[in-house]
């Protein structure tokens, strides 16, 4: 089992910056991929950024150049730091941990994000 926990959500004026952090805990394996998505009312979940064990990044479209994800092995912990911040960023974001096809996924609770106009 894995655990994850999101903090840094809250509420931002447009052009504004966040950082979300994502802690893992428990049976944690070195080789995971860990990824943020958001989830916008009304809409489906989205891939936003996703950081494989050794830092190797990608990102969708509408956030490059404006969000970068990082990570502490060590800490077991994945950030999200997000700048240039729109009112179409507004969503909850999840954390995701992946450690392989043949194994579970594990999602945190959530994070809401507000970017207001």
């Known amino acids: 089992q894995v655990q994850l926990v999101e903090s840094g959500g809250g509420l931002v004026q447009a052009g504004g910056s966040l950082r979300l952090s994502c802690a893992a805990s428990?049976?944690?394996?070195?080789?995971?991929?860990m990824a943020w998505y958001r989830q916008a009312p009304g809409k489906q979940r989205e891939l936003v950024a996703r950081?494989?064990?050794?830092?190797?990044?990608n990102y969708a479209d509408s956030v490059k150049g404006r969000f970068t994800s990082s990570r502490d092995n060590a800490k077991n912990t994945v950030y999200l730091q997000m700048n240039s911040l729109k009112p179409e960023d507004t969503a909850v974001y999840y954390c995701?941990?992946?450690?392989?096809?043949?194994?579970?996924?594990?999602w945190g609770q959530g994070t809401p994000v507000t970017v207001s106009s």
């Open positions: 950081i494989t064990y050794g830092g190797g990044t």
């Open positions: 428990g049976s944690i394996s070195s080789g995971n991929v």
């Open positions: 995701n941990y992946k450690r392989g096809i043949f194994y579970p996924d594990y």
